[in-house]
């Protein structure tokens, strides 16, 4: 988790409006004391989507997604926390404290520097493509049809052969060959060093907050001497650097991201070109994975733009395979999906330029649904394949609701044996008990009878969500002891981190997505009026009553267990007495 800096996140916060900046994204309108609208970030048509912007937070009761402003930007946009906190400072104009531990300096050194090095790196791709060497770079890109917009949209560049142009360039600029190394521009070579992207079109890829972080390169010319030069494979992709993950980004998102929010859709294809190529034709929401199969962390972020994707990919084998698994992280994370299967032999590029827009149209009113799609293709499996396949599917999805129906299809559809789903689905439902239960399931009232455990979880922690100040004083009542649920530690404890202050944001901040919808929906649901000390005393008093009559349980084992019935403990009599005290003083309270 990255570091919280509270100062800064007060300030944003004061500056900014959390309504003012969903309002970017939703179309928001007034009910009462809150904004509503339907969810971006599941499919909706019902305004189930809720901005309080009093309080500075939001919350779904469709999808469970909520948080502050930092936690609608950065789901919005596919941004990790530290992003956004330095995206919406700049935005507000609130200055970072930099005084941060030195590792985390460090680190922070090292990525500006990698940065700066692939700006340079994207710059001199760009002079290389409209130099002297770079014509035959420009005549490819006329012939593919690629628009001199469209080149310059994506920054696309021009890598010369020669060994060490950017190595030049880069030492230059001040930077070592080692720095060079860790960026993945350079391989080293002695003390010189040498260009990783030789002889290639460039692709520079950027992160959704528009940095340059990392590069594709394809090369143009497929003779033998050209391969040579450039490493013997066609496309070659950034290795990890401390800017890049694999597997976390997708090439072309940054510049789909406005499109996507327009469209309400992403598209996702293999290619690079093919990417450059749908833009070009209009289609302005589509991006693609950066040269390996589909992650979860990329499914995660274009579902932080859309709650629907509609999936491009080759007819052969490879794209078949690339759609199942595709189809399964989207719908495993809820998303609604369908999937474009292109004819064997034709790519996106190819398609719209020999056949046109209204070629590809008819493909894509063809579109099978997802679970179709995944459903066809497990047909072709064998039976034990396909029913390992859907074993592990249902595993995965994230939300609970959606588990019968994909299980009732997939059943219906693969004559798969009904027994072995229904375990299947028991492991789920066993393992999803674990969980923080929903904040609309019953609660007890009435008495101080002892309540079912996880009631007694929701009751306390839902008080401790409205009224954090008060957690030492349940601390001092022994109010902990009676927790039960893991989720309900988890909450108590990273509050309790929190003290003195219990600054919201920070709670927050530490608080897990589940964590985080357990408490916030507790602060949209809150009882009328005021309830604070009452609801305070409530709690003590039953843990005085239960706590009492654990007490009253362990005098009682210890009395039975005593070797000597004549010669019992004074300290065990003790107890006793005042246990019995207590019973005599609640009687007298409750009369």
Not at 482 to 501: H, M, N, Q, R, V
Not at 503 to 516: A, F, G, Q
Request: glycine share 8%; charged share 30%; proline share 3%.
């Amino acid at each position: 988790m990255s570091a919280f800096n509270g100062s800064a996140v007060r300030a944003i916060k004061e500056r900014l409006n959390i309504a003012d900046l969903v309002r970017r994204y939703v179309d928001l309108r007034r009910v009462g004391n809150r904004w509503v609208a339907p969810c971006p970030f599941h499919q909706e048509t019902k305004p189930s989507f809720s901005v309080n912007e009093e309080e500075g937070f939001f919350y779904c009761f469709g999808c469970q997604a909520a948080g502050d402003i930092f936690d609608f930007h950065s789901r919005i946009n596919g941004l990790e926390f530290k992003d956004s906190l330095e995206q919406l400072a700049a935005e507000a104009g609130v200055s970072l404290d930099e005084t941060r531990r030195a590792p985390d300096a460090d680190r922070r050194n090292q990525r500006l520097a990698v940065a700066k090095m692939c700006d340079l790196a994207k710059d001199r791709f760009r002079r290389n493509l409209f130099s002297e060497a770079g014509a035959a770079c420009r005549a490819y890109l006329e012939q593919r049809g690629i628009s001199a917009q469209m080149s310059e949209a994506f920054d696309l560049g021009w890598s010369l052969s020669a060994w060490r142009d950017l190595a030049d360039a880069l030492r230059g600029a001040g930077f070592s060959v080692q720095e060079g190394v860790e960026a993945g521009l350079l391989k080293n070579r002695g003390r010189e060093g040498y260009d990783v992207f030789r002889g290639r079109l460039i692709f520079p890829v950027r992160n959704m907050s528009g940095q340059v972080a990392a590069f594709g390169g394809r090369i143009i010319d497929a003779s033998a001497e050209a391969l040579r030069l450039s490493g013997d494979a066609k496309y070659i992709n950034s290795p990890e650097t401390p800017l890049y993950k694999k597997g976390e980004h997708l090439y072309g998102l940054f510049q789909a991201r406005r499109g996507i929010a327009l469209q309400k859709s992403a598209m996702l294809t293999e290619g690079y070109l093919d990417v450059v190529s749908l833009h070009q034709f209009g289609y302005a929401n589509a991006c693609a994975a950066l040269g390996t199969a589909l992650t979860g962390e990329q499914v995660r972020r274009l579902a932080g733009l859309s709650s629907e994707l509609e999936l491009v990919f080759d007819g052969d084998g490879p794209g078949r395979k690339a759609a199942l698994n595709a189809c399964r992280l989207a719908l495993c994370r809820g998303l609604a999906c369908k999937v474009v299967m292109l004819p064997e032999g034709e790519d996106i590029d190819s398609l719209l330029r020999g056949k046109g827009r209204e070629a590809f149209e008819d493909l894509r009113g063809y579109a099978s649904e997802g679970l179709d799609f995944c459903i066809r293709s497990l047909s072709r499996a064998a039976p034990r394949e396909a029913l390992e396949w859907v074993k592990n599917f249902l595993a995965a999805v994230e939300h609970p609701e959606l588990v019968a129906g994909y299980a009732a299809r997939l059943c219906r559809a693969l004559d798969l044996d009904e027994r072995e789903l229904r375990k299947t689905l028991a492991k789920y439902k066993k393992g999803a008990s674990s969980s923080v239960p929903g904040a609309d399931a019953p609660r007890e009232k009435g008495g101080y009878g002892l309540l079912r455990k996880d009631a007694l979880d929701r009751w306390i922690m839902g008080f401790v969500a409205r009224f954090p100040q008060h957690l030492p004083a349940l601390g001092d009542a022994g109010v902990m002891l009676l927790l039960t649920g893991d989720w309900a530690l988890s909450i108590w404890e990273k509050t309790a981190a929190c003290a003195p202050d219990f600054d919201t944001d920070e709670v927050l901040h530490r608080l897990d997505d589940k964590e985080k919808d357990f408490w916030l929906r507790q602060k949209l649901e809150a009882p009328p009026g005021d309830t604070e000390f009452r609801e305070l005393a409530d709690i003590r008093k039953y843990a005085a009553s239960a706590c009492g009559k654990r007490q009253d349980n362990a005098c009682v084992q210890a009395l039975r267990r005593a070797p000597d019935k004549n010669a019992y403990d004074p300290a065990l009599l003790e107890a006793m007495n005042e246990a019995l005290l207590r019973k005599r003083k609640l009687g007298s309270n409750n009369g």
